[in-house]
Structures are given as structure tokens and as C-alpha cells.
């Protein structure tokens, strides 16, 4: 049997805006990926130690409140610290486009915006991930 | 004409466009008929349904004459990065004809953490103002009357502090509490259903929450002490007639949770109000509107057994959809809420807050928050909508549309009583999965296509050029709030804050106290809101959220 893409969908920082995290997740779920939602308010560490645990190829990451120039670095930071470098790390939300290079600059492997369709994430996930 | 007459002619006219709907199939997402008659609104009896504004059950509006006296307030919800800053645009807004303020708080701030937490780094300041002392807030309202002005908090898990600074930095500029008018949101149930700013368990959120119902009904008689909240529900993806429906459960909860702490229903239920969100579908947010009414004035009256009709009045704040903007061709959201503000002034709203066009991408800038607030202006002086009073009611459709949307949230209100009420359905996960099959159910329309979102999945623009001038925060701001607070922390008295903080521990272990008279003097010593909170967080436990898919 094909090994199933894990991805964790995580919402770091204090926003507690997570339609887009759980639209996202389920979308996934239903391309046939293995989810699992962190939930709220995770720190980065919260995050890079439930991405080893979970053992996930994908971590997902969704903020809107403007934080993300912070925590999105720091998440791929304590990710990669963990060893984890081929993990899949991407992110999305309310996030200006002139800010995008600097995430991408940061490790962060794709950013999408508001309007994005789901299918746009699956496919990239599935052409970028490493089993 | 007659019932059966009009059955006869509407027979005739279904068989017609037969060939028609063959030809050209209709599309998805209709309402259930193509066409409305008397006959969709033969079981409204005038004088129990619809009646006059200012009468039982107000479906027509809560006020007699509506805006032909007054318009509504034209309240625009801002606040970013210092509280210096954020002064800067309450007096601009003042100056351009905002009739009212509403502050936008900093996560942290919402929270209940100080700017120095090391959990608020790279928050502070972002998606509102920063505040940590009653300093900041006497830097917010400075050269703002606050006798003059009314003001709307967003603010819930600590609205407590919040208000008792609001009050303390009053009392500094001679202003008595009983002349402050405004409103906090303080609503807790819909941050665990929806919003996500929540920091304590169910019952002391519950018990703050009633404790500050008395002390204002006291002390603070004009201040509105909640704003229950549909608006998060709808932006977290729920229907409109689940935005109602889960609303006015919170609303029955909260009523329950002050008639158990020994409060009269007709002493506080006047001064509760309600925040709707005002979404694309201009006709069926009318009726939505005009149901909430009905159904709130039917809950306090039949259930509560309010005697005074201020207490059966649903009255509303409402802000234009915030997840209906496109960060494509953001300009067209101009028109979006320009059709939005269309429906919550003809729904009778008391006051508003129009988006901006650029808030799918960022904060708004000054130019795009005048628009904004001019598009509130031209509907209110040229469009004439505002000149009649509830100019939709009898219409066939807008009717009959009320009366659906109104059985549908009793439907879910039924459901939700019989699980034990709004409390409970929230910790069963019920409520919250409701709305997630709605947004999903709404994503998935979008991108098959069966709804389509002008600019996103149709007549897209290749190569739009992104849009220049957004509003940035400062990232230095985080840095300069810390440093403020840890020099306002040298200048006050020390010994004082802590016998504050000490009596408020002893409060928060008494059910019977109220906190507010204790969380008032700790305000007044400049503690922080952070070590308020943390005292209280002590004492009731945090709350653990449901995660569910």
C-alpha cells in the first residue's frame, strides 16, 4: 500500500481565526492525506515538537493576525533543529504579498493568500512533498 | 385578489416558464422559488408578526421613526500598534463625521498578556492596539471627551479590566460612570464557538460576565454590557440563519446565567445588544435582521417574561463581512460593502463599521478607511434607503424569506435547548462543528464553481498588479511597548499593586463577590492587565479548547 502524506495543520502565534486552518485541514483529509490540527495558540516550540511526534512529512501553517514574519521562521527554525529537513513546511493566511519573499527566503516552501483554492495546496503538496 | 384566484394565475404562470427553465436551466444556490406571491405570506398576521416599529415584536425596527430622525452610528472599529497611534486615528475619524468609536485591541491585550510576555512576541501591536496599564489607556482616549463620545471595546475574556480602566481613565478627566455610554463585546460563548480569544473555563467567564451585568446596572446605567455576537459566527462560515440561531442561544444562555446570580431579568436586559454580521446577499440579510428581532423579542417575552419592552428590543451593531473580501482586484470590495451597508440599513441596524477594501491583505490604510466610512455617508444622505422606515416589509419575498429564516433558527434553538443550552453545546463540539460544515460546504461551492466570487474563481485579471501602500506595523513597536511598560512598572507604587493584586485573589475565591469594584482598584494602582489576568488564571483554571475536524 502507498505510505498516506501526514500533514499537520497548525496555527501559530495568538490568532484565533481558524476557518481557513480547518477548511484546509479537511480538504486534505478528503484528498486523502492524514491530518492532524494542533488547535489554537501553539508556540513555535508546541508546534516543531508535535511535528516530531506525529512524524509528519507537511507542517501547514495558518495565520491572519500579521504575526507571521515572526513565527513562521521560527517554526522552520525548531523544525529543522529537530533533524526534520526534509519535512514540507508551508504556509498561509492574511499575509501581504511584499512580505512573501522574506518567508520563502526563511525556509517556508510556498505561502498562499486569501482566494486560493484547496486544490492549488493539495497539488503542491503532492509534487513537492519527500515520502 | 383571491387566494384561489392567485393559485389559478400562478399555476398558469409556472406551466409558461416551463420551456423557459428548459432552455435555460437555473442556477445553483436559488432561493427555493423562482417567483413570490401573497400566498408565500397568507400566515403573517400584521399585528402578531410584522407590527409597527417600536412595538412588539419590533420586527419593523426598535425605534418609532427609525433613522428619519437619527442615522445610525457611524462606528468605525480601529486600533493598531501603540496606543499613541491608534489616538491619532480615533481623532482623525472623529474629525471626518465617525459618530462613535470602537477599539480594536492587540492579541495579546485580548488575551489577557502583557506586551513583555514572552507569548506576545510578534503580536503586539499587530491586529490592534497595544494595552498594558491603565497608562496606555489614559494615551488612547487623550483630548477624547469621553462624556461626548460613545465607545465599543472588542474585547471579551478580559473585558472586565478593560472597562475599569475605561472608567478610572473617565474619572481622570471629570467624567462620571453613570454619564459613559458605549459597550463591550464580553461575549465568551461565541470566542469558544468561533473567535478564539477565550482564557477561562466556562463558569467564572460566566460568572465575570454577570458580575459586570450588575455592577453597571448600578454604576454605569447607559454603558450596553454585552454585544452577543453572530458576527464571528458568520465569518467563521455559518449560515445566516445559524448566525441568529447560535447567537440568540448565547443570549438565552447568558440571561440564564444572570436570572441564577439573582439578577431580574428587566434590570439588565435592556442594556444587552447585539452584533450581526452584514454578508453579500443583500435581500436575505434584510430578513435575517428583521427575524433576529422577532425571534429575540418572542425569547423575552414568553420565556423571561420581561415586562418592559426596552428588555424585548434586539438592538444591533453590525459590520460589513470581513471574509467577503477579495484580495484580488481589491477595489471591488468597495462595491461589496457599499451592497452590504445597502442591507444592514435597510435591516435597521443601530449602528456600523464598513471594511475597507484592502483588509483581505492587510490593516487599512487612512485613505481606504475614509472610503469606507464615505460609503456609510452616501447611503445614509443620497441613496435614500434611509428615509422610510423597514422599506422592504411586504415584500412577498423579503417576508416570506423572514419567516424561513426565523423557523430555522427556532429549529436550531430548540436543538440546542434540548442538549442543555448553548454551554453545552459548545463543549459538546456541536455548535463549533455546524459552522465548520457550512465554511467547507461554502469553499467547496466556490471552487467547483456552483458560487461564484467575482474576481476569484471568475473574470479573474492575469497579471494584476498587487496592491501598493498597505498599512504596515511597525516591527519595533513590540520593543517600545515593552519598554514603556517596564518604565511605567519603576514609577508606580509596587507595595500597592500587590496589596490590589492580593484582595483581587481573595475576591476571585469568593463566588458570592462581584470582581468588578476589585478589578477597578487594581486598575487605578497601574497593574497590569497581564497580572490581573494571571491572578485570575490562578484562580479559575484555563480553558481547554475542543479540537475537532
Same mark, same amino acid.
Given at each position: 500500500m502507498e505510505k498516506k502524506i501526514r500533514? $499537520?495543520?497548525a496555527k501559530p502565534g495568538l490568532d484565533g481565526h481558524d @476557518?481557513?486552518? %480547518?477548511?484546509?485541514? @479537511?480538504? $486534505?483529509r478528503d484528498a486523502g492525506f492524514e491530518v492532524i490540527y494542533t488547535g489554537l495558540r501553539q508556540t513555535p516550540e508546541q508546534i516543531a515538537e508535535a511535528a516530531l511526534q506525529e512524524d509528519v512529512n507537511v507542517v501547514a501553517m495558518s495565520i491572519l493576525s500579521g504575526a507571521h514574519g515572526h513565527l513562521f521562521p %521560527?517554526?522552520?527554525? $525548531?523544525?529543522?533543529?529537530?533533524?526534520m529537513t526534509d519535512t514540507l513546511i508551508i504556509g498561509g493566511g492574511v499575509i501581504p504579498d511584499g512580505d512573501i519573499p522574506a518567508l520563502k527566503e526563511a525556509g517556508v516552501a510556498e505561502v498562499f493568500t486569501p482566494g486560493t483554492p484547496t486544490s492549488d495546496v493539495v497539488n503542491f503538496i503532492k509534487e513537492n512533498v519527500k515520502l | 385578489m383571491s387566494t384561489e384566484k392567485i393559485q389559478a394565475e400562478l399555476a398558469k404562470y409556472e406551466a409558461s416558464v416551463e420551456k423557459a427553465v428548459a432552455r435555460f436551466p437555473e442556477r445553483p444556490h436559488l432561493p427555493e422559488q423562482r417567483l413570490y406571491t401573497p400566498l408565500d405570506i397568507k400566515g403573517d398576521d400584521y399585528a402578531d408578526e410584522i407590527s409597527f416599529p417600536g412595538v412588539y415584536p419590533f420586527t419593523r425596527g426598535v425605534q418609532p421613526t427609525m433613522y428619519r430622525g437619527r442615522f445610525w452610528t457611524m462606528r468605525m472599529y480601529a486600533g493598531f500598534s501603540t496606543a499613541e497611534e491608534s489616538n491619532k486615528r480615533y481623532r482623525m475619524l472623529i474629525e471626518n463625521g465617525a459618530t462613535g468609536l470602537s477599539c480594536a485591541f492587540d492579541l495579546p491585550t485580548q488575551i489577557g498578556y502583557d506586551s513583555t510576555d514572552p507569548i506576545s512576541e510578534g503580536e503586539v501591536g499587530k491586529v490592534g492596539v497595544a494595552i498594558d496599564s491603565l497608562a496606555d489607556m489614559e494615551t488612547l482616549f487623550d483630548?477624547? +471627551? /469621553?462624556?461626548?463620545?460613545?465607545?465599543?471595546?472588542?474585547i471579551n475574556a478580559p473585558a472586565s479590566v478593560l472597562l475599569a480602566m475605561y472608567i478610572a481613565v473617565a474619572e481622570k478627566q471629570g467624567v462620571p460612570a453613570d454619564q459613559l455610554r458605549g459597550t463591550i463585546q464580553n461575549d465568551i460563548l461565541k470566542e469558544y464557538a468561533a473567535r478564539g480569544t477565550y482564557i477561562f473555563p466556562p463558569r467564572p467567564?460566566?460568572?465575570l460576565i454577570t458580575n459586570i451585568f450588575e455592577y453597571c446596572s448600578k454604576n454605569v446605567p447607559k454603558w450596553n454590557t454585552i454585544s452577543i455576537s453572530g458576527y464571528h459566527i458568520r465569518e467563521a462560515g455559518s449560515t445566516a440563519a445559524q448566525e441568529i440561531a447560535f447567537t440568540i442561544a448565547d443570549g438565552i444562555a447568558y440571561c440564564e446565567a444572570a436570572i441564577k446570580a439573582g439578577l431580574k431579568i428587566d434590570d439588565f436586559a435592556g442594556r444587552l445588544s447585539f452584533f450581526w454580521n452584514a454578508h453579500n446577499n443583500v435581500l436575505e440579510e434584510v430578513a435575517k435582521f428583521r427575524a433576529s428581532r422577532r425571534i429575540w423579542a418572542k425569547v423575552m417575552k414568553e420565556r423571561f417574561h420581561a415586562e418592559k419592552d426596552k428588555s424585548m428590543m434586539l438592538r444591533f451593531h453590525t459590520q460589513t463581512a470581513g471574509s467577503m473580501l477579495t484580495a484580488q482586484q481589491p477595489n471591488n470590495n468597495i462595491v461589496r460593502v457599499a451592497l452590504q451597508t445597502a442591507a444592514a440599513v435597510m435591516g435597521g441596524t443601530q449602528s456600523l463599521h464598513t471594511n475597507s477594501r484592502d483588509e483581505a491583505l492587510a490593516l487599512p490604510t487612512q485613505e481606504s478607511v475614509t472610503i469606507a466610512l464615505r460609503t456609510q455617508q452616501i447611503v445614509a444622505y443620497e441613496s435614500g434607503l434611509a428615509d422610510v422606515i423597514d422599506p422592504l416589509a411586504g415584500s412577498y419575498y423579503v417576508e416570506a424569506m423572514t419567516d424561513k429564516i426565523e423557523a430555522e433558527a427556532w429549529d436550531y434553538i430548540k436543538k440546542i435547548d434540548d442538549m442543555g443550552g448553548a454551554v453545552a453545546a459548545i463543549e459538546k463540539g456541536y455548535i463549533q462543528k455546524e459552522i465548520q460544515d457550512s465554511a467547507y460546504k461554502w469553499q467547496m461551492d466556490v471552487e467547483s464553481g456552483a458560487r461564484t466570487i467575482v474576481g476569484v474563481n471568475k473574470f479573474q485579471m492575469e497579471n494584476e498588479e498587487p496592491p501598493k501602500d498597505l498599512l504596515k506595523v511597525d516591527e519595533a513597536v513590540g520593543e517600545r511597548q515593552k519598554a514603556k511598560v517596564n518604565a511605567m512598572k519603576e #514609577?508606580? +507604587?509596587?507595595? =500597592?499593586? #500587590? =496589596? =490590589? /493584586? =492580593? +484582595?483581587l485573589k481573595k475576591a476571585c475565591q469568593d463566588e458570592n463577590e462581584n470582581l468588578m469594584p476589585h478589578i477597578l482598584a487594581a486598575v487605578k494602582t497601574y497593574a497590569t492587565l497581564g497580572e490581573i489576568c494571571n491572578v485570575m488564571r490562578e484562580v479559575f483554571g484555563e480553558y481547554e479548547a475542543h479540537v475537532s475536524l
Open positions: 500533514v $499537520l495543520v @476557518r481557513g486552518a %480547518k477548511v484546509v485541514a @479537511r480538504a $486534505l %521560527k517554526v522552520v527554525d $525548531l523544525v529543522r533543529g529537530n533533524g | 483630548q477624547i +471627551d /469621553l462624556g461626548k463620545v460613545s465607545t465599543s471595546m472588542t467567564s460566566m460568572r #514609577k508606580r +507604587d509596587n507595595e =500597592a499593586v #500587590k =496589596a =490590589a /493584586l =492580593a +484582595d
